[in-house]
Nanobody, 119 residues
Framework: QVQLVESGGGLVQAGGSLRLSCVAP????????MGWYRQAPGKQRELVAE???????TYAGFVKGRFTISRDNAKNTVYLQMNSLKPEDTAVYYC?????????????WGQGTQVTVSS
């Protein structure tokens, strides 16, 4: 079982910033597309942003230039810098790794970190 370890969530006022971090095992980080998803109460989990092993990024429309995903391959870590946070950004944020191992597509999830934005 691949373990992804997240950190950086917390409580912040609207307009503030937070940076989430996720460390993945070295054995899979370099071959993975790393992403951040979020799930608010009563809603489905949704993609926030992801970055491929080659550095290409994808963002959800609601990010609108406020969030930046990046990866540090030397540290096996993916980051999500969140600026101009809004109350509607309140959710549990999950780190995700997608990779191919032994010809099979695999997905691993972190345990989630709570982000709460107060108005």
């Amino acid at each position: 079982q691949v373990q992804l370890v997240e950190s950086g969530g917390g409580l912040v006022q609207a307009g503030g910033s937070l940076r989430l971090s996720c460390v993945a095992p070295e054995s899979i980080f370099g071959i993975s597309t790393m992403g951040w998803y979020r799930q608010a109460p009563g809603k489905q989990r949704e993609l926030v942003a992801e970055v491929t092993s080659s550095g290409s990024t994808t963002y959800a429309g609601f990010v609108k230039g406020r969030f930046t995903i990046s990866r540090d391959n030397a540290k096996n870590t993916v980051y999500l810098q969140m600026n101009s946070l809004k109350p509607e950004d309140t959710a549990v944020y999950y780190c995700n790794a997608k990779y191919i191992l032994n010809i099979l597509s695999r997905t691993s999830w972190g345990q989630g970190t709570q982000v709460t934005v107060s108005s």
